[in-house]
Nanobody, 119 residues
Framework: QVQLVESGGGLVQTGGSLRLSCTTS????????MGWYRQAPGKQRELVAV???????NYADSVKGRFTASRDNAKNMVYLQMNSLKPEDTAVYYC?????????????WGQGTQVTVSS
């Protein structure tokens, strides 16, 4: 069974920084896209950043220039460096990975980590 586990969330003041990490475990034959989504109270889950196996990235307009996604393909890990945080960045952040197991590709999600930005 594949598991994704996020870490690094917490409480930070406006303008501060946090770095999220996501580890993977289980029977993994390959990973394609990895990334981060977030969900604020009362809102739908939204894409924050996605990074492909070659390192190409796409970001939500709201985080461009402030957030940076990276990955370590050898360790099957993905990271999100968040700078210049704003109160509107407050949300539960979820790690995502498109993973190939023995017979098929499937999407997997972590349990989420809370990020709270105080004004």
């Amino acid at each position: 069974q594949v598991q994704l586990v996020e870490s690094g969330g917490g409480l930070v003041q406006t303008g501060g920084s946090l770095r999220l990490s996501c580890t993977t475990s289980g029977s993994i034959f390959g990973i394609d896209d990895m990334g981060w989504y977030r969900q604020a109270p009362g809102k739908q889950r939204e894409l924050v950043a996605v990074i492909d196996v070659g390192g190409s990235t796409n970001y939500a307009d709201s985080v461009k220039g402030r957030f940076t996604a990276s990955r370590d393909n050898a360790k099957n890990m993905v990271y999100l460096q968040m700078n210049s945080l704003k109160p509107e960045d407050t949300a539960v952040y979820y790690c995502y990975a498109h993973i190939y197991q023995q017979t098929n590709w499937a999407d997997y999600w972590g349990q989420g980590t809370q990020v709270t930005v105080s004004s």
